[in-house]
């Protein structure tokens, strides 16, 4: 069965539903307020088009298999041509490492304290969260792991602030769930600044139903990962904040999620609700209180939960 295509010729009519449920999907990534989103997202916002688990009840905790192989996916994008999908952001290439602050000849800059800076595992999250705007309404630079180590004025102007916070965002999986550690590895992070791993986990990979990836299963999952400067010991890169020797829980759902190979990225998240959340949680805004949001199990099963480290 074939359908015609714009240009007078003819297509499978399953290349004619997938073109169409990626326009649907590149306008749902987008909204609102025309965001900028990367390929990954566009991807999983696609799987959310054709399967939209995401509108089960929360307290239910899963992840889905994916509904299209990535090749079929790119394959769609490709018909569509480069630059023909509004709003999706290039892969980011690798650059040289170029000095903090060059953007600006302020000689004072690294003179002011810096309450806030989010750093993320994902290079192509980190260039997507700038692109909308995150470090300029939130008051909080952004950076991909590939930057680090921070430059030693932002490093000052941590350390200059009042009760500063490094926010660490990653993907769920058993690699992910090691950024924390890593990156007390790669920064000595100033005496007295926080650093606060705001997930993604498992179990709120599970609360939100995201789309799920396989790779190979892991027999030993240990029971809790390290958070930054657990267990590593004095001296540069030990990390100095009040998660020092602290590592998080893992349940046991989420240790058999991962135990089967399992992975959930940040991508997979509706970028919108990316965004969202992130403002909320470096800002340190806490939801109201309702009757409903009392509940214990309903505040487990919101995406990034409310820090305590």
């Keep these: 069965m074939r359908d015609s295509g714009q240009a007078g010729r003819t297509r499978p009519v399953g290349d004619a539903i997938l073109d169409r449920v990626l326009r649907t999907a590149a ?3 987008a909204e609102p307020g025309q965001l ?6 566009l991807y999983y916002e696609v799987c959310r088009v054709l399967m ?52 600006t000849p302020e000689p004072d800059l690294f003179d002011y304290g810096l309450p806030r800076l989010l750093v993320c595992e994902s290079d192509d999250i980190a260039a997507m969260l700038r692109a909308n705007g995150v470090p300029m309404e939130s008051a909080c630079p952004v950076y991909g792991a ?36 890593r990156f007390a590895g790669a920064v000595d992070v100033p ?38 400067g657990s267990g590593l010991g004095p001296g540069p890169g030990a990390g100095r904040g009040p998660g020092r020797g602290v590592a998080f829980e893992l349940g046991r759902w989420e240790r058999d999620w991962l135990r089967r190979g399992r992975f959930v990225e940040v991508a997979a998240v509706n970028p919108a609700s990316l965004i969202r959340t992130v403002h909320r949680l470096v800002r340190e805004v806490r939801t ?22």
Aim: aromatic share 8%.
């Design 36 to 41: 900028r989103f990367t390929e990954r997202q």
């Design 191 to 228: 005496e007295g600044v926080r650093v606060v791993p705001l997930g993604l986990r498992p179990r709120q990979a599970g609360a939100l139903h995201l789309v799920h990836g396989r790779g190979p299963a892991y027999a030993a999952v240990p029971a809790a990962f390290p958070t930054a």
């Design 146 to 181: 590939s930057e680090l180590p921070l430059a030693e004025g932002m490093l000052r102007m941590l350390a200059l602030a009042e009760r500063a916070t490094v926010y660490l965002l990653h993907d769920a999986s058993a690699r992910g769930l090691t950024f924390p550690a």
């Design 27 to 29: 306008e749902k990534a």
């Design 288 to 309: 109201p209180r309702s009757q409903l949001t009392e509940l214990r199990q309903v505040r487990r099963a919101g995406f990034l939960s409310w820090p305590t480290a």
């Design 52 to 103: 939209p688990w995401h509108r089960a009840p929360r307290r239910a905790q899963f992840t889905s298999a994916p509904a299209l192989t990535y090749e079929a996916y790119l394959a769609a994008l490709r018909r569509h041509g480069p630059g023909s999908v509004g709003g999706l952001l290039p892969p980011v290439v690798p650059k040289p490492r170029q000095a903090a602050g060059r953007h």
